[in-house]
């Protein structure tokens, strides 16, 4: 599967920089080909001759030095890859391009090049859980950056936990995992699939608006699984803590009403629609056109109804595969099959948001498929590969 790719593989300083050696030399086995660029600190703990010999190709450094050939430097091998790898992954290396830093050659690199990234960190356990290392490895997953996780164990520095590089063999087989699933399944080709996902909000004056707690991250998965298997992916978001998808067509919208007209907009020429979002039911019925005064006593809001977009929908619906969710907090599999029917759905994901690990923010789902042959419940996993496992079915279902 690796025959012939061409792998950057970006050496940090750390201490598990010597493991790279044997991923490198691994690679090449599988009959990559390999080069490498390591930081300066990498050097300290690996020397650059180590890395050159198992490759066969000049590892860069230094991003002044007079380049050995024009091809291999800086944006050559950004241009290059086709799969650019950093391991071991300093907290250092992780924040900087979580941020756009740009000042070494590596991360200049890394910058310029539209491979398919693997990260694979290494640190110190508080280092390697420290908010800021996790915001900045969920900031890069979602814009696609794939990760190894470190395990746990005794850490060079002395200290028990997370953070220490997986096997060198482990780091193989789970890239090999990572590019088979991205390689495989390109049954979207020439489909187009409409995704709604985040929360809509109701305005009640200037300052203050409703909304809910959905953060979007259930419905950009389903739109990255989509995207990686071919299909042209309208997104319409809701407010969402989700960054924008590269190659996706993403219409942002704050109310129900707005995310109806865009759906609907692009309803008659998709093949699938998955309506993952969380739309209000209800918004004021009143909006004020000033700040609403704090006064003695409460405040009474009249409330009227919002339309429903996917029971709009399935009025509409002819070849189009439909798909929707079911947020409950009880009676989950009953008032989602009462959904199913009632909103004309081919299948509906049904979870119970009031569950630890499931519903609202969380990285994770708990979820309960159902269609008119019955239900299948799954157990807790991460949200990207509940988005698979919705993907997948509903491919089933296209004409
Ligand atoms: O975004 P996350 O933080 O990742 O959270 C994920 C999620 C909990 C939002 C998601 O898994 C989910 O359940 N989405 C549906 C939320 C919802 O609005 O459920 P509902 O049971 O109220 O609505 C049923 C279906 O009708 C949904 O597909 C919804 O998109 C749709 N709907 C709802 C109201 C409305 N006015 N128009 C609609 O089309």
New binding site residues.
């Given amino acids: 599967m690796l025959k012939g790719k061409d792998i950057v593989i970006g050496v940090t300083g750390g201490i598990a920089a010597y493991k790279a050696v044997d991923v490198v030399s691994k690679l090449i086995k599988l009959n990559a080909n390999v080069d490498v660029i390591m930081t300066e600190a990498a050097t300290k703990f690996v020397t650059p001759l180590t890395f050159q010999s198992l490759a066969h190709n000049p590892v860069v450094v230094d991003m002044f030095r007079e380049p050995v050939s024009w091809d291999i430097e800086h944006i050559a091998l950004a241009k290059k890859a086709d799969i650019f790898l950093v391991v071991p992954a300093t907290a250092n290396i992780i924040g900087k391009i979580a941020h756009g830093i740009a000042d070494d050659m590596l991360s200049t690199t890394i910058m310029a090049s539209k491979a398919k990234k693997i990260i694979v960190p290494a640190m110190n356990t508080n280092m390697y859980k420290n908010v800021i290392v996790q915001e900045n490895i969920e900031k890069l997953k979602s814009l696609d950056y794939k990760f190894i996780n470190p395990i746990s164990g005794k850490l060079a520095c002395g200290d028990i936990g997370e953070g220490k590089l997986p096997d060198p063999q482990d780091i193989i087989d789970q890239i090999l995992e990572i590019i088979k699933n991205d390689e495989s399944n390109k049954d979207l080709l020439d489909k187009k699939v409409l995704v ?3 929360a809509t909000i109701a305005p009640l004056d200037p300052v203050r608006y409703l909304t809910n ?7 950009y998965e389903i739109a990255k699984e989509a995207k990686r298997r071919g299909a042209k992916v309208i997104l319409v978001s809701g407010h969402t803590t989700q960054n924008k998808i590269d190659g996706i067509e993403t219409i942002y919208i704050d109310t ?1 009403e707005e995310m109806l007209e865009q759906v609907k907009m692009h309803f008659d020429d998709a093949d699938m629609v998955i ?5 209000l ?1 209800y918004r004021p019925k009143i909006v004020n056109d000033n700040k609403i005064k704090k006064e003695d006593g409460g405040l009474n809001v009249e409330f009227v109804k ?5 029971k709009t929908l399935g009025q509409m619906k002819k070849e189009q595969v439909l798909v ?5 907090t009880q009676e989950l599999l009953k008032n989602a099959q009462k ?1 199913l029917e009632q ?1 004309n759905l081919d299948f509906i994901v049904a ?1 119970d ?1 009031s569950k630890k690990g499931a ?3 969380e990285n994770t ?1 708990i979820v309960t498929i159902i269609d008119k042959n019955g239900s299948k419940a799954y157990s807790i996993m991460e ?1 990207s590969k509940i988005a698979k496992i919705i993907v997948d079915k509903a491919c089933k279902y296209l004409k």
């Fill in positions: 709604t996902a985040g707690h959905s953060s979007g991250k259930m419905g129900t309506k993952a979002a969380a739309p039911d919002t339309p429903d977009i996917l929707g969710f079911a947020a409950e959904k909103k979870n948001v519903g609202f923010k789902n949200k």
